[in-house]
């Protein structure tokens, strides 16, 4: 069976993909980025995370008023 793990690369793509997403609306999160630690655990396969970080209350709003307007549009 093919390992189907997401790759450090794919990560970094889906965060830049999020990124690019987010800014059409405006939406930056300063903190956003692949979380390189979830690749060094033992977990098979490997996690592959992306950190989404902090991020202020107006940010949060913006992006919860975008997700709104997407899931209603």
Excluded: Q, W
Excluded at 6 to 31: F, G, K, M, N, Q
Excluded at 61 to 72: D, E, H, Q, V
């Amino acid at each position: 069976m093919p390992d189907r793990s997401p790759t450090a690369y794919d990560v970094t793509l889906c965060v830049e993909e999020l990124r690019t997403a987010l800014a059409l609306h405006d939406i930056t999160l300063p903190s956003l980025r692949a979380d390189l630690p979830s690749f060094a655990g033992t977990y098979a396969p490997p996690a592959g995370l992306v950190a989404l970080g902090s991020c202020n209350t107006a940010t949060a709003r913006a992006l919860a008023a975008a997700l709104r307007k997407t899931a209603a549009g």
